[in-house]
């Protein structure tokens, strides 16, 4: 009846207006987060295929949200990146990964452990002119070569714009490594790929994950693909040493995936993962 249309149309209109009303408020906050010191940053080990021993961790970042609990990235970086906030959040994700690894470095069990770190960095960031500065002051600052940072871009963000491709080239100038993220999943031509600046690629879990994909060499192909090009690999998303063997097998060089670990705050990786 006309009378229940109304009411669906009121319903429909207080349900948009409250979701606006939280998505104002989650972004008021995350105005504050950073100055109230409620990010954090997970790491996840990565071990080498071969001898399963800690070659690298990736940074993942988590909002320590007074109400609402520990947020995950998917819960606020899309608003951040909406908002022109990540690149502050972005900054501050570098500037806490260069930290803590040069913090690690210094261990002394940490000696004869060489790994690397690696950084999310989303796509709009390239779009801060002054992200490879700020990214070179924080390597001065903490003393790290360049060889030990990774930046992890996804394909499916990147543009294929004379800007972001310079920006990617300046990033890469101070000597950290470039991975190209999730791949597989979204950038449409391989034969582009060569323009940006990558040297790793890293396999997105639905081709990992997926025995069907592992059963029809589409994982295969990728793998050889990446090798033929000269990328070094990264598997991530590994559950089962079913996944794991078959990552092997197709000489993926570098492993992360539940299987070894979760992500984990550092204090947890130092205690479990940087021991003799
Ligand atoms: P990603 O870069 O693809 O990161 C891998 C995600 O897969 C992480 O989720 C990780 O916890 C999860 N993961 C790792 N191993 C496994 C596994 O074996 N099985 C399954 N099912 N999942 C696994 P998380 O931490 O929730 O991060 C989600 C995404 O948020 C990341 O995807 C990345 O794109 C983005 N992100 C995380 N930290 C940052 C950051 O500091 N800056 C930016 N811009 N984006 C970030
Ligand atoms: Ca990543
Ligand atoms: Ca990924
Ligand atoms: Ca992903």
Redesign the pocket.
């Known amino acids: 009846s006309k009378e229940l249309g109304k009411n669906q149309v009121q319903y429909y209109s207080h349900d948009f207006h409250s979701k606006m009303q939280k998505r104002i408020e989650l972004e008021n906050e995350l105005k504050l987060a950073i100055d109230q010191d409620e990010f954090k940053?997970?790491y996840?080990p990565q071990v080498d295929a071969k001898t399963e021993s800690l070659v690298g961790v990736?940074?993942?970042?988590r909002w320590e949200h007074k109400q609402r609990g520990l947020l995950?990235?998917?819960d606020f970086?899309p608003l951040a990146e909406e908002s022109h906030l990540?690149v502050d959040?972005?900054r501050w994700?570098i500037n806490k990964a260069c930290e803590q690894f040069s913090y690690w470095s210094k261990l002394p069990q940490a000696e004869n452990v060489t790994f690397t770190i690696a950084?999310?960095?989303?796509a709009k960031?390239l779009k801060d002119n002054g992200l490879a500065k700020y990214l070179a002051d924080c390597m001065a600052a903490y003393g790290l070569a360049g060889k030990y940072i990774e930046l992890?871009l996804?394909e499916s963000s990147l543009e294929d714009s004379f800007e972001a491709i310079e920006m990617l080239h300046e990033l890469s100038k101070t000597g950290v490594r470039l991975a190209l993220?999730?791949f597989g999943m979204g950038y449409s031509s391989l034969s582009q790929l060569k323009k940006f600046p990558f040297e790793i690629l890293k396999i997105d879990?639905y081709f990992v994950q997926d025995p069907g994909e592992i059963d029809s060499g589409l994982l295969a192909a990728i793998c050889a693909f990446a090798h033929s090009l000269g990328y070094e690999t990264v598997a991530?998303?590994?559950?089962t040493q079913e996944q794991k063997e078959a990552c092997k097998a197709l000489n993926v060089d570098r492993l992360?995936?539940?299987?070894f670990a979760?992500?984990m705050p550092a204090e947890e990786l130092k205690n479990n993962w940087l021991t003799h």
């Open positions: 940053l997970f996840q990736e940074a993942l970042i995950l990235p998917d970086i990540i959040i972005g994700v950084v999310n960095l989303s960031q992890e996804t993220d999730d879990k991530e998303g590994i559950e992360q995936g539940f299987l979760k992500p």
